[in-house]
C-alpha cells in the first residue's frame, strides 16, 4: 500500500532502492564467494595433486599395494591411486582400499587428461571436489585420485546465504527508517509553513506565511504564497468595504422610499375611492419589497462587519439567556408577519453545576445568530422548533431543530453561502435574501467556532459549536 503522506513515500521509496541495491549487491558477493572458493579448493588439489605424482614417480612399484600398508597420510582429505584398468593400488582412507571412486567413462577420461569433478564419495557418500589424472608409478602408469570434502564449503555458503538474507532486509528497513527521518527534518519547513497557514485567518488581517529556513525554494515559495495572500486580504479588504458602503448609502434612499411609501398609503386610506382599490393593494405590495429591502441591507452591513470583526468587545455570554431572548423576539416577529404563531417553540440548557453555559464573545451578535437560526426553523417548521443550548468540556452547542422537509441535497453543501436559498424544497414561499445563514456562520467563525447543517430523520438540525473560552479576554 502506497503511503499518502510524501515523507512516506520517500522513505518507501529509499527503502525499496536500497533493498534492490543490496540484493543485487548480494548476488554479487555470493557469487564472488563462491568462485573464490571453488578457486581455493581447486589449487589446494593441484597442489596435492602434484606432491603426490611427484611421490610417486620416486616409489617402488613393488612398495604399492592393498595388502601392504597405504603409503599415504591419513588426512581430513582423501587420495586413491588406481591402475588403468581400474584397480586400487593404494587409498586413503582406508575405507577406499576396495571401492573404486570412479567410473568407467571417468577412468577412461582420467588415463589421458586431468580433470575436476564433483562427486560424492562412498562410503557415507559425502558430496566432494575431485582432481583426477594420469601420473607414474615407477615407470608404470596409474590414474590419482585426490580430493576434499565439499561439507564445511556447502556450510560456508549457506551461512553467508543466511545472512545476507537477513541482513539485507534489515539494512533496507534501517535506511528506509533513516529516510523517514531524514525526509521528516527535510519537510519541516513545510509542515511549519502549513502550520502558520491554519492559523491564518481573515478577522485577523496582516498575518502571512514565517519564510523557511529550509532552503531558498522553500523560501521562495513563502514569498510567493505571502504575496498571494497580500492580493487576496486586498480584495477582501475592497468586497468588505463596499458592501459597507454599499449598505450605509442604501439605508437612506430606502428610509425616505419607504417614508413617501407609506404616506401615498395613508393618502390612498383617506380617499374611499383608493381605499380598496389596486392602487391600495400596489402601495402594499410596494411597502413589503421596501422592508425586504431594507432588511437586506441592515443584514448586508452585519455581514460584512462580521467578517471584518467589528463585532462589540468580548465579554462573558450567558448563552441560555441569551437564546431565550433571540428565541422569543424571533417568535415575536414571526407572528407579526404570519398573523398567528402555531408552531410550537420550546428551549432547554443544560449547563455545568451552576445550570448555566457561558462563553467568550459579542452578545448582541451571538443573540443575532441565535434568531437568524430559529427563524430560519419558523419559517420552515410543520409544527415544532426546539432550542437546546448545552456544552462540553471544550464547546458551547447552540442546536435548533424543525420538523419541516429538509434542505435539498444539493443545496445542504452550501446552505451557509451568501444568497443560497432552498425555498422550494422547504416548502416556504416566504422572502428569504438569503443571508441569514450566511451571517450565523460569519458570527460562528468570528469567536472561533463553526456552523453545520444537517438533515435528520424527523426534520433538519443546524448548530453552533463555539469554544467555552478564547484567547481573547474580555
Request: charged share 25%.
Amino acid at each position: 500500500m502506497i503511503p499518502r503522506t510524501l515523507q512516506g513515500r520517500l522513505a518507501l521509496t529509499f527503502g525499496i532502492a536500497t533493498f534492490a541495491v543490496a540484493a543485487l549487491l548480494g548476488v554479487v558477493v555470493f557469487a564472488q564467494f563462491h568462485t573464490a572458493l571453488g578457486t581455493a579448493l581447486d589449487d589446494d588439489l593441484s597442489t596435492r595433486f602434484g606432491s603426490l605424482s611427484v611421490f610417486l614417480a620416486q616409489t617402488d612399484v613393488a612398495a604399492v599395494g592393498p595388502t601392504v600398508a597405504p603409503v599415504l597420510p591419513e588426512t581430513e582429505s582423501f587420495a586413491q591411486v588406481l591402475r588403468p584398468d581400474g584397480k586400487v593400488l593404494t587409498a586413503s582412507p582406508r575405507a577406499l582400499l576396495s571401492r573404486q571412486v570412479l567410473s568407467k567413462s571417468e577412468l577412461r577420461t582420467a588415463r589421458d587428461e586431468t580433470d575436476t569433478l564433483v562427486r560424492r564419495i562412498p562410503p557415507e557418500e559425502e558430496l566432494a571436489r575431485l582432481r583426477v589424472g594420469p601420473a607414474r608409478l615407477g615407470n608404470a602408469r596409474v590414474v590419482i585420485v585426490v580430493g576434499t570434502g565439499l561439507v564445511q564449503s556447502v556450510k560456508a555458503e549457506h551461512r553467508l546465504a543466511l545472512v545476507l538474507a537477513l541482513g539485507l532486509p534489515m539494512l533496507a528497513i534501517l535506511v528506509g527508517i533513516g529516510g523517514w527521518f531524514l525526509a521528516g527534518a527535510v519537510l519541516a519547513p513545510v509542515r511549519s509553513m502549513v502550520a502558520d497557514a491554519d492559523e491564518l485567518a481573515a478577522r485577523e488581517p496582516g498575518q502571512r506565511l514565517s519564510i523557511s529556513s529550509g532552503g531558498e525554494e522553500l523560501a521562495e515559495l513563502a514569498r510567493r504564497l505571502n504575496h498571494l495572500l497580500d492580493r487576496v486580504e486586498s480584495a477582501m479588504v475592497h468586497e468588505r468595504a463596499f458592501l459597507d458602503d454599499a449598505s450605509h448609502e442604501l439605508r437612506t434612499p430606502i428610509a425616505i422610499m419607504r417614508g413617501e411609501v407609506e404616506l401615498a398609503r395613508m393618502a390612498a386610506s383617506d380617499d374611499p375611492n383608493t381605499r380598496d382599490g389596486a392602487v391600495a393593494r400596489a402601495l402594499d405590495s410596494t411597502l413589503e419589497e421596501v422592508e425586504r429591502l431594507d432588511r437586506l441591507a441592515g443584514n448586508l452591513l452585519v455581514l460584512a462587519r462580521t467578517r471584518a470583526g467589528g463585532g462589540g468587545a468580548p465579554r462573558r455570554v450567558d448563552l441560555g439567556a441569551v437564546a431565550r431572548r433571540a428565541t422569543t423576539n424571533a417568535g415575536r416577529a414571526h407572528r407579526i408577519v404570519s398573523g398567528a404563531l402555531e408552531i410550537d417553540v420550546t428551549i432547554q440548557v443544560a449547563g455545568g453545576v451552576d445550570g448555566t453555559v457561558v462563553a467568550l464573545g459579542d452578545e448582541t451578535g451571538l443573540e443575532r445568530a441565535i434568531g437568524n437560526l430559529v427563524d430560519n426553523a419558523l419559517r420552515h417548521a410543520r409544527n415544532r422548533v426546539d432550542v437546546y443550548v448545552s456544552s462540553t468540556e471544550q464547546d458551547a452547542i447552540i442546536e435548533v431543530r424543525d420538523d419541516g422537509p429538509g434542505f435539498s441535497d444539493a443545496i445542504l453543501p452550501k446552505v451557509f453561502d451568501r444568497f443560497t436559498t432552498d425555498d422550494a424544497s422547504r416548502g416556504t414561499s416566504a422572502p428569504n435574501a438569503g443571508l441569514g445563514l450566511a451571517i450565523v456562520d460569519a458570527i460562528a467563525t468570528a469567536h472561533g467556532g463553526r456552523a453545520v447543517a444537517e438533515n435528520g430523520p424527523d426534520g433538519t438540525r443546524v448548530w453552533i459549536k463555539l469554544p467555552i473560552s478564547t484567547r481573547r479576554e474580555p
